[in-house]
């Protein structure tokens, strides 16, 4: 919270993107705790406990605000669900108008995660920083309605543009009311994962022109309500990554793709970054040492300055112990002012 408020706090603190693997350090699966909020919380509070990082991210999956808004989902064993986008709910555009807001406490898996972040607030939230993801952006909520290769297509066609901004503005409701719903929680912070409008997918100048006042939009809202709001866009953001500083986002969590000495040079200086140790290698199949290093250059970029050290995205149920060890005592190693 010091770095969020602009503070210098003791050290840098370290809030890894853990779900996955605090479901591997508690030995249960995702089919177990999908619907379980007792569990998910365990599961999150035994995985802080045990490696003694300073924040969990509530998550699940992608598709749960989709499947609250009638899309048909596909449950795994060990792996988040996914939405099925070969059938999809807007067989048309102009079908969001049958579609109705949701209640985050009452429809489809939301009170899920909601409850997760009250279980969790209610164990370590006195010591622990808690991020409630209120699942997808706009953009990207849109792809999952419509299916992603026909949203894409309809992005080219112009005449479809004012049914696109009608229904992304549908989905930025939609989203914010879940991000409203997780400060009711007590969530300390909030956020969105929109990585369908990242470049990875569609280019910077779509970007700018569907997916980003959307996310302002929620930036401002949300944040206006008292809760601090972080946005998430997977993939090699650096064409779009000063955009992403506008959207007045108090966090930005970024991925290993982009240089953190650019990211930081390109936002506002009071916004604060999270990230970005990619979780396949160093954190899924390199060593500690490696793990070291990585986390030491990403508080050497930034001059530790308004940094949340994280992992990039998601980190695998596969990471190794001791390489979750490491990252952690990178921060107490470089991470506090003597050292920096």
């Not at 944040?223 to 955009?243: M, W, Y």
């Not at 308004?306 to 695998?316: K, P, V």
């Amino acid at each position: 919270m010091a770095v969020l408020n602009g503070g210098v706090p003791d050290r840098i603190p370290v809030v890894p993107q853990t779900f996955l693997f605090s479901l591997e350090t508690a030995g249960v699966t995702m089919r177990e705790v999908v619907r379980d909020p007792r569990r998910m919380a365990d599961a999150l509070a035994i995985s802080q406990a045990k490696f003694g990082y300073d924040g969990c991210v509530i998550d699940f999956d992608d598709a749960t605000m989709a499947e609250a808004l009638g899309a048909k989902v596909h449950y795994r064993e060990n792996d988040p669900a996914v939405v099925d986008e070969e059938h999809p709910v807007l067989k048309d555009l102009r079908d969001v108008e049958a579609l109705t807001l949701p209640n985050p406490w009452r429809d489809g898996r939301l009170p899920v995660w909601l409850e997760t972040t009250q279980r969790l607030v209610e164990k370590i939230g006195d010591r622990v920083f808690v991020m409630g993801r209120s699942d997808q952006g706009p953009f990207s909520i849109a792809c999952l309605l419509r299916g992603t290769q026909q949203f894409m297509m309809d992005l080219m066609d112009e005449e479809n543009a004012e049914h696109v901004h009608r229904l992304l503005d549908f989905c930025r409701q939609a989203a914010t009311r879940f991000a409203l719903a997780q400060k009711q929680a007590g969530a300390h912070a909030t956020s969105i994962g929109d990585a369908f409008a990242g470049p990875n997918l569609i280019s910077p100048e779509l970007y700018r022109r569907f997916a980003l006042e959307p996310e302002k939009l929620m930036a401002k809202e949300v944040q206006a309500a008292g809760i601090p709001f972080s946005l998430h866009i997977c993939g090699n953001t650096n064409k779009i990554i000063a955009d992403m500083g506008s959207t007045g986002a108090r966090i930005l969590e970024v991925d290993w793709m982009l240089n953190m000495a650019d990211a930081r040079a390109a936002v506002p200086g009071d916004t604060v970054l999270m990230g970005n140790i990619n979780p396949s290698d160093p954190l899924a199949w390199g060593t500690p040492q490696a793990v070291d290093a990585a986390a030491r250059k990403v508080i050497e970029d930034t001059g530790g300055r308004g940094l949340i050290l994280s992992s990039g995205c998601a980190m695998g149920r596969n990471t190794p112990p001791e390489n979750m060890k490491a990252l952690v005592a990178a921060a107490e190693k470089y991470g506090r002012l003597e050292a920096m």
